[in-house]
């Protein structure tokens, strides 16, 4: 899933903030991801990435951002790594997580 896909674009008109013309994204929100009876618990070994995470557990490795939001106090903010021996949670209910955070970028 390219979550960027529906985001909308925007263009740089203000002259003294960066280049004007400049295209950026506007503003991604992620949905709060609680815990759930159908999560998985696993504990992180070294060389453990949340990408090949996802892969395993959604097939998917763009789905990375759901494991990462599901454990804020495990996952180190802008790392895909983390930290050998850390307990996280794996979200199953991926589909729900994608639908609310389609309808609040909508």
Known sequence: MNRYQTINKLRNKNQFVGTLGDVYY???YYPEVGASEADIYIESEFGDRLDSLAFQFY????LYWIISIRNP???????????PGSVIAIPQNVSDIIDSYNILNE
Do not use: P
Request: proline letters at 0%.
């Open 26 to 28: 506007d503003t991604v």
């Open 59 to 62: 097939g998917d490795t763009t």
């Open 73 to 83: 106090n495990e996952v180190s903010f802008g790392s895909l790594y983390l930290t």
